[in-house]
């Protein structure tokens, strides 16, 4: 078992209802009603750190983590770290791979300079950075290394660490449960994220946690073993109302795993 604490919801899935001051607010209470009571910061619209900081204590929930704009992480690394003092969170994401071209090594040697060099500076400032992956980063490079693989041998763990998606990782072609626990001491946060087989399109596609096909069990399993210290419910899309979708999650998770 977990403790529940260690559960939160990534806001990114509610990202239509977290648009304006007010609208966040309703969202918050929303969220603490179901149960939730920490959240990662992605996908609110534009409002000031200082107030979602005031409405996250109103409503008592906790800013675990955020997701800051990738641009800003490499080139305003200071604004990044300005924000996420305001928020109170010591855990930041890079969130997507801006400009990246994962067929050109020199890209990707860039991309690992870059995200080293921020990560010292938030790191210097008491903030961790992890890299959060997609399935893109499962391409085999001409070294024989994954993509992922290569990030995280070219960056050092004090300046870069992991939060693992384990839906992006399944559709990658990787399995969650090895990816889960794969950076021992180096992923604190994991994104908890169903997939399920739609037959009509013939792919993946997203599902509430047990719903799909994922193995919760070995996988949080292995990232206890990671020393994981945050687990973040998210769905992209959802097939009806997010709240509804966030709230299976977290009954399923909080039946199961967290108490």
Same mark, same amino acid.
């Given at each position: 078992m977990f403790e529940h604490r260690q559960l939160a919801l990534q806001?990114?899935?509610l990202r239509d209802f977290c648009k304006t001051e007010t609208d966040f607010a309703t969202t918050c209470k929303k969220v603490r009603d179901i149960g939730y009571d920490s959240v990662q910061i992605s996908g609110?619209?534009?409002?000031?750190?200082?107030?979602?900081?005031? %409405?996250?204590?109103?409503?008592? +929930?906790?800013?675990?983590?955020?997701h800051d704009d990738s641009k800003s992480i490499l080139?305003? #690394?200071?604004?990044? %770290?300005?924000?996420?003092?305001? +928020?109170?969170?010591?855990?930041?994401?890079?969130p997507w791979p801006a400009d990246v071209?994962? #067929?050109d090594m020199n890209s990707i040697d860039k991309l690992c300079e870059g995200l080293d060099s921020a990560g010292a500076k938030l790191r210097n400032a008491g903030i961790t950075l992890c890299y959060h992956n997609h399935?893109?980063?499962?391409?085999?490079?001409p070294n024989g290394k994954l993509a992922l693989e290569y990030i995280f041998e070219n960056t050092s763990p004090q300046n870069l660490q992991a939060e693992i998606d384990t839906f992006w990782v399944q559709a990658g072609g990787g399995c969650p449960i090895y990816w889960s626990s794969r950076y021992k001491g180096r992923a604190p946060l994991l994104h908890l994220k169903d997939a399920t087989y739609d037959l009509k399109n013939r792919k993946l596609a997203?599902?509430?946690i047990g719903k799909g096909t994922l193995d919760w069990f070995s996988i949080l399993s292995g990232a206890k073993s990671a020393n994981?210290?945050?687990?973040?419910?998210?769905?992209?899309?959802?097939?009806?109302?997010?709240?509804?979708?966030?709230?299976i999650s977290y009954k399923y998770l909080t039946e199961n795993f967290f108490k």
């Open positions: 806001l990114y899935t609110v619209g534009p409002i000031e750190p200082e107030k979602i900081a005031k %409405i996250l204590s109103d409503y008592g +929930l906790f800013a675990c983590a955020a080139n305003d #690394t200071q604004k990044v %770290i300005d924000r996420n003092k305001v +928020l109170g969170t010591t855990l930041t994401c890079y071209d994962f #067929t399935d893109i980063e499962f391409v085999r490079l997203f599902a509430e994981t210290l945050y687990f973040i419910v998210e769905q992209d899309t959802c097939p009806g109302d997010p709240f509804d979708s966030v709230k």
